[in-house]
């Protein structure tokens, strides 16, 4: 168990559909950073969050978009599903933007199956 | 663009075979350098990493990379493998800024 909490773990909906993506970083840690790994693209940043608010942007379709509580927990919504929105996708945390040198702690990621 | 590459998306060794995976970044400003690894089925997982000092890192399980500034490069080795060693190996480079930008990965099989 890494600290990091990702659920669910496994998602299967319909194209059209909209879903939420939880994770909950490890304790003590304000950033949090979403990735999606297809076997396309491979591992693609999408967004951070630091301490509420959004830090940096990646590859993050308009139809994705993300927030981070004041409690640190973090929710990706995606919405207009679209087949090739199928990944899995990784919820990252570190202590803090100048932490991040120390590396990133991963959760397990919530695989999204678009049918 | 900030950028990584990994040379090699599949690898197929022998138990005991040494193993080199090569990484290299586009950046040539300050970086800091990550190899991470995951097994079938589980996350992402540190293997080790570099920000400063002696180019040559050791990280765990054997594992070590050497950074070599001229070249752009952090390439992964390990003398030994073991059938246990069988995962997908991602180099990250974290460029100026706090966005970690990963390489394709690499699936390495090692046979028994």
């Known amino acids: 168990d890494s600290g990091v909490t990702q659920t669910p773990k496994h998602l299967i909906t319909a194209t059209g559909q909209r879903v939420t993506l939880r994770c909950s970083p490890r304790?003590?840690?304000?950033?949090v950073y979403w990735y999606q790994q297809s076997l396309d693209q491979g591992l693609q940043f999408l967004i951070q969050?630091?301490?509420?608010?959004?830090?940096a942007k990646g590859n993050i379709l308009e139809r994705f978009s993300a927030q981070q509580f004041p409690d640190l927990h973090s929710e990706l919504n995606l919405s207009s599903l679209e087949l090739g929105d199928s990944a899995l996708y990784f919820c990252?945390?570190?202590?803090?933007?100048?932490?991040?040198?120390?590396?990133?702690?991963f959760g397990s990621g919530t695989r999204l199956t678009v049918v | 663009a900030q950028s990584v590459s990994q040379h090699n998306h599949h690898v197929i060794l022998s138990e005991a075979a040494s193993l080199e995976l090569g990484c290299n970044y586009s950046?040539?400003?300050?970086?800091?350098l990550f190899w991470y690894v995951q097994y079938p089925g589980q996350h992402l997982q540190l293997l080790l990493k570099y920000f400063s000092g002696d180019p040559l890192v050791k990280g765990i399980k054997g594992f070590e990379a050497e950074f070599i500034k001229s070249k752009f490069s952090f390439n992964l080795r390990k003398p030994s493998v073991q059938w246990s060693d069988t995962a997908e190996y991602f180099c990250?480079?974290?460029?100026?800024?706090?966005?970690?930008?990963f390489g394709a990965g690499t699936i390495l099989r090692v046979k028994s």
């Open positions: 990250a480079v974290l460029f100026c800024g706090n966005k970690l930008v």
């Open positions: 304790s003590g840690d304000l950033s």
């Open positions: 990252a945390s570190s202590a803090s933007d100048r932490s991040a040198h120390y590396g990133y702690t």
């Open positions: 969050y630091y301490n509420g608010e959004e830090r």
């Open positions: 950046y040539g400003g300050t970086v800091n």
